[in-house]
């Protein structure tokens, strides 16, 4: 494991006076609802963050078109009529649940993951928050397609917010707690700003994990008693090592203004360590670096992230780190879409 960045910990340290809307916090928040009772809570957890990051606000709607709807010209008068009540009821959902100022709503007209990523490349959203649930919830695949590919391909950050069981009231009577996982790199280091400030808006505990990969020996043969006793100080050296880590991070972390703790995980796989960490700990929100150590340029999201946004059973905030250009900006090239063109 690599010590402590100093560059990331001066990074870190001198992040926590930064004022909101500076670069390291969202300037621009998007909801996107549907038509689920889940979309209630999918606008209470975007206005809450905007609300914190001082940032703009923006509600939208997709009307779904299918393949077949894609191959009929859109009748101009049922589009307009449709859109009026999609604004309409977007109206009435902000003015119950949100309390800030200027929110923008929109109503667009295709398919829905093209129309998010687009809205977002456009307009410079750096946080799209949508939900996971019904139909959507789970494929083959794991996610939910139209949520697998926001989260690929939309500009920014994205906060997954799954559904909530009716009957889960653990979280509730155990007080707030964001998670925060880290493999010691400056991509996830760099989600530590964000979620210092989420918690201390929340008042929640801010819980920093460390799964150690476990040690693996290759061979034909089983290992012998030397080869055991190799792993186990290996493994106890890792151990060590990582707990030395989240110490020195912890100490970074401004003790008078939460409530922080530390946890190390080993002994398995570190993907499911961190799954199984989060439901143990009752967590209110987990935020990561859609990228660790294993980042790769080509993909978008890293295996640990994808892993823990597919099997999370609380809202997810994957942050993209604007200085690394993994996002568009609202001036790159145009978003490249299989809308349909709305009538006008």
């Not at 509600?59 to 009748?75: F, I, K, N, S, Y």
């Not at 019904?134 to 083959?140: A, H, K, L, Q």
């Not at 794991?142 to 949520?147: C, D, F, R």
């Amino acid at each position: 494991m690599r010590e402590l960045h100093p560059n990331s910990a001066r990074d870190l340290l001198g992040a926590m006076g930064r004022p909101r809307g500076s670069s390291l916090y969202f300037r621009h928040v998007m909801a996107c609802l549907d038509h689920s009772p889940q979309s209630r809570r999918v606008l209470a957890e975007a206005a809450a963050i905007a609300e914190v990051m001082g940032a703009e606000l923006t509600v939208l709607r997709v009307m779904e078109t299918g393949t077949q709807a894609m191959r009929r010209p859109v009748d101009p008068v049922d589009w307009n009529l449709g859109r009026r009540e999609e604004e309409a009821e977007l109206g009435r959902l902000v003015g119950e649940i949100c309390t800030l100022p200027d929110i923008h709503t929109e109503v667009m007209s295709g398919a829905t993951a093209d129309c998010i990523c687009r809205k977002a490349h456009e307009t410079g959203v750096d946080l799209t928050v949508l939900g996971v649930g019904g139909r959507d919830r789970w494929t083959e695949w794991g996610l939910g397609s139209t949520v697998r590919q926001v989260a690929e391909h939309a500009a920014g950050s994205v906060l997954i917010v799954p559904e909530t069981p009716a009957n889960d009231v653990t979280r509730q009577k155990s007080g707030e707690r964001v998670l925060v996982p880290l493999d010691s790199s400056t991509w996830a280091e760099a989600v530590l700003p964000i979620a210092l400030r989420v918690a201390q808006s929340r008042s929640a505990e801010l819980v920093l994990l460390h799964a150690v990969p476990d040690i693996s020996l290759t061979g034909n043969s089983p290992p012998d008693a030397h080869d055991e006793a190799l792993r186990a100080d290996l493994r106890h050296r890792n151990e060590r090592v990582a707990q030395a880590y989240l110490d020195r991070i912890r100490a970074l972390l401004p003790a008078d203004a939460l409530r922080t703790r530390v946890r190390l995980l080993s002994g398995e796989d570190p993907r499911r360590a961190l799954a199984r960490a989060v439901n143990e700990e009752a967590a209110s929100l987990v935020v990561l670096s859609a990228r660790g150590q294993g980042a790769h340029p080509d993909l978008p999201i890293g295996s640990t992230a994808e892993y823990l946004i597919s099997a999370a059973t609380v809202p997810v905030l994957l942050v993209r780190r604007p200085e690394a250009g993994s996002r568009p900006s609202a001036q790159a090239a145009p978003w490249r879409s299989r809308m349909v063109r709305a009538p006008v």
